[in-house]
């Protein structure tokens, strides 16, 4: 789509070439204007962000490790079962 608009733009240059370069030159200020917006909004959502309430981990807090995490083993395998029955035990 571009590239069939910037064909139409220079078609139409021929005849009216002034009026391209001051779209041209709108152009710019549009794209100037929006890296403006874009840098105020990323500016003001950094504050916002460090001002959110962070939730505590339970596992570095000390405050909060009233519950125990249950560590389960895999399950096991038929791969697995097969070796267990096949090694001697080495009691």
Not at 7 to 35: K, P
Not at 47 to 67: C, F, V, Y
Not at 75 to 85: E, G, L, R, V
């Amino acid at each position: 789509i571009l590239i069939l608009a910037a064909f139409a733009a220079a078609t139409y240059a021929l005849t009216d070439a002034d009026l391209i370069v001051h779209g041209l030159a709108v152009a710019a200020y549009g794209l100037a204007a929006l890296l403006a917006i874009w840098l105020i909004h990323c500016l003001l959502s950094q504050k916002r962000i460090s001002g959110a309430a962070i939730t505590p981990n339970p596992l570095t807090d000390p405050q909060h490790q009233e519950t125990s995490l249950a560590i389960a083993s895999p399950p096991q395998t038929s791969d697995d079962a097969q070796a267990d029955k096949t090694e001697p035990n080495k009691n």
